[in-house]
Structure formats: structure tokens, C-alpha cells
């Protein structure tokens, strides 16, 4: 793939607003809130997502509310339909944290298939996607790494394709790197990593083959030093982005001396 020209890059843009991180954020998995608002700090990063069938933000007025440190005036709340088995569940939990957040509509999409798996009912989802855009909600939707299907929700109108790396939680980085190439060459939307980063170095895979951003919760919250890895994971996506747009030396088979062979002085 022909990298594009360095000056030519752009921050990330999503639903017609840019960020400059391209590293998004989970807030599950933590021991408290204050172990999630140091992690996500720590990450740089400045859109966060939320279980809305799972965290607080308001619906529970006698507990914790996640919003209480991680403000919506520093962070874009990306309420996510994570735990939904069928499109009319999603749609309800879209619109119950549209009320919640004050008519917040950019929302992450998921709707699951198998519960061991966690891997996207792909009929479900486009059932649900095609609802939620027709209500006005700005859908980044979470799909398999199958490039027709991600080619679809982008023409049915989704503002951000999401395919797997791996099974949520796995942390077996991207498993098939050649899906995700090519749904990166023919995407008219921004395509972002979501679910199955481990390491940094998975992080970076997801960047050098042109990805626009990735999603992790998992690799930070169970990290043994989650503010730690929150870091390495900031580096390696910004790291990942510098090697796609310097675009990297060919392949050999053989070696290639680092220095001129010929005209040697003795």
C-alpha cells in the first residue's frame, strides 16, 4: 500500500468533529473510578466509551457517577451497546443514553451473537445501524473483520467501521491482518481497531497497516500497571501512525548491505 505523504495527514475526524488522539478508550475492567480516570489520563486519550447497561451515568442517582470524573467537558462520552443479543435491545439502550447524556447521538453499535465468542450478530447490527441512523444518532459500529460487511455500514451511512482484531478481551492481537488491510484500502470511512489488542505491539500493527485509530479496554484495565500500559499503548499508536505515513522498506529475501559495496578505497 503507497503511504501517503507525511504533511498530508489529518487528525482523526469522526461525526464532523477532529481529535488528536487516535488511541479510544473502554472504561470497564477497573478496580474503582479513580484507578479509570489515572488509566485514561494517563492514555491521552479523548474519546471514552461506556457500558451504559453496565456504568452509572446519571440513571442511578445513589451511586457512583462515572461522569463525576471523567467530565463530558474534557472527554467525548461514546456510549456503547455493549451485553445486547438482538437490534430492538441496542436501539432502546442508543436511545436511553441519548436521554441520559442530553442528546448526545454519536453512539458505538454492538450487537453480539454468542456469549462465549462475544463475536457481532452481523444481520442484528445492520438491522440496528439502519434504525439508529434513520432516528439521527451517528453510529460507529463494531463488526467482524469481513470487508463486505464493513463496506456496507459504511455506505448505509455508519461514521466509523470498527472491526474485530480478535474476540473482545482476548488479547490475541490482529488475527488476520490481510482482512483489515483490505478493508482499510477500500474504506470511505474511518476504520478503527476495536477488541482483541493485548500489547503495544498489537497497537502498532493496527496503525502501520493504515487503521485510523483503535479502541481497547481490556489491555489497559488488566494490564499488572494499567497507568503503565495506558502510556506504552499512547506511544505505540502514535509510533504505529509515524511508520504508516514514512512508509516502510521493502521485503527481501536476502541481505542488503547498509553501506555502498562498491568503489571501496582498499
Known amino acids: 500500500m503507497n503511504a501517503p505523504d507525511p504533511l498530508q495527514d489529518r487528525p482523526l475526524t469522526l461525526a464532523g468533529r477532529t481529535y488528536r488522539s487516535r488511541l479510544l478508550v473502554g472504561t470497564g475492567k477497573y478496580k474503582d473510578h479513580e484507578q479509570t480516570r489515572r488509566a485514561i489520563e494517563a492514555s491521552g486519550a479523548e474519546i471514552v466509551t461506556v457500558a451504559i447497561r453496565r456504568t452509572n451515568v446519571g440513571q442511578n442517582k445513589a451511586e457512583p457517577n462515572l461522569l463525576d470524573v471523567l467530565p463530558p ?96 478481551g482476548s488479547g490475541l492481537g490482529i488475527q488476520n491482518r490481510y482482512n483489515i488491510l483490505s478493508i482499510v484500502e477500500n474504506a470511505s470511512v474511518p476504520i478503527l481497531v476495536d477488541a482483541g489488542v493485548g500489547t503495544a505491539s498489537d497497537a502498532a500493527i493496527a496503525m502501520e497497516l493504515g487503521c485510523d485509530g483503535v479502541l481497547m479496554n481490556t489491555a489497559i ?40 559495496v562498491t568503489d571501496l578505497p582498499f
Open 221 to 260: 484495565a488488566e494490564a499488572g500497571n494499567p497507568e503503565r500500559m495506558a502510556t506504552a499503548m499512547k506511544h505505540a499508536v502514535l509510533a504505529g501512525r509515524e511508520a504508516f505515513l514514512a512508509g516502510r522498506m521493502p521485503r527481501r529475501r536476502y541481505a542488503s548491505a547498509s553501506s555502498s
Open 73 to 168: 467537558s474534557r472527554y467525548t462520552i461514546l456510549p456503547n451497546t455493549a451485553g445486547c443479543y438482538s437490534a430492538g435491545e441496542a436501539v432502546r439502550i442508543c436511545r436511553l443514553a441519548r436521554e441520559l447524556l442530553d442528546g448526545h447521538t454519536l453512539v458505538k453499535l454492538e450487537v453480539l451473537g454468542d456469549p462465549r465468542t462475544l463475536f457481532p450478530d452481523v444481520p442484528a447490527t445492520l438491522e440496528a445501524a439502519q434504525q439508529l441512523i434513520r432516528d439521527g444518532f451517528q453510529v460507529m459500529v463494531y463488526c467482524s473483520d469481513d470487508p463486505i460487511a464493513a463496506r456496507r455500514f459504511a455506505e448505509m451511512g455508519c461514521v466509523a467501521v470498527m472491526p474485530l482484531a480478535a474476540p473482545i
